[in-house]
């Protein structure tokens, strides 16, 4: 039983095969608002974003989408993609492949068809976000990893996957400064306006 809470909670400790975990989260009621993804051997229940974590995932593809390679498509829309070698499966916030990875009547899509892929962080994911994900993609080849730290208001890009240490390369920007995107897309991406709302001052009158 899967217990939903603010924070991410777990199928519980008990060993299950990694065919067992996907069979169990097909089966899953997961309520709106929440996704389910299996991280380290466990399935791990988490809250969709906060409602400026939707911008900055629309800016991304619109920004990313000139330069997606050909036949390729992009998304912010919930998908699990699979990588049974790393015993994980992910939804990721943004995400590319080639349109080819969506004609299947499966829940599950080919990790491997990745070609570009966003994490935003948030204190329910972080974790993951920031260690274990860097690895899984760059082990099972993603070209792209686009890491939104949002608490720390910064964009890092992973790049040149590698089977041994996941990706050899990064380079990391303030939120509002150009990030270069290598290949296969090759374009400064503008991280303008993935910054949180200014808070309003207390008291402030309604306009």
Not at 52 to 77: F, N
Not at 171 to 182: M, N, R, S, V, W
């Amino acid at each position: 039983m899967t217990v939903m809470a603010e924070r991410p909670t777990t199928n519980g400790t008990e060993p299950h095969s990694f065919e067992d975990l996907l069979r169990t989260l097909d089966e899953l009621n997961v309520p709106d608002g929440y996704k389910a993804e299996i991280i380290r051997g466990n399935i791990v229940v988490s809250p969709w974003q906060k409602a400026y974590y939707l911008r900055a995932m629309e800016l991304i593809c619109d920004r990313v989408r000139p330069y997606l390679p050909e036949g390729h498509r992009i998304s912010g829309l919930p998908a699990l993609y699979v990588f049974p070698g790393g015993e994980r499966a992910y939804g990721p916030d943004v995400h590319a492949a080639h349109e080819s990875a969506r004609e299947s009547t499966s829940y599950h899509l080919d990790g491997e068809a990745l070609s570009f892929v966003a994490e935003l962080t948030s204190t329910s994911t972080r974790s993951a976000d920031l260690n274990d994900k860097v690895m899984v993609y760059g082990k099972a080849g993603v070209p792209v990893y686009l890491l939104l730290n949002m608490q720390r208001e910064e964009a890092t890009v992973y790049s040149v996957p590698s089977p041994q240490v996941g990706y050899e390369k990064s380079l990391t920007k303030p939120f509002g400064e150009k990030l270069y995107i290598p290949d296969p897309f090759g374009f400064a991406l503008d991280t303008t306006g993935f910054h949180a709302p200014k808070a309003e001052p207390e008291g402030a009158a309604e306009s």
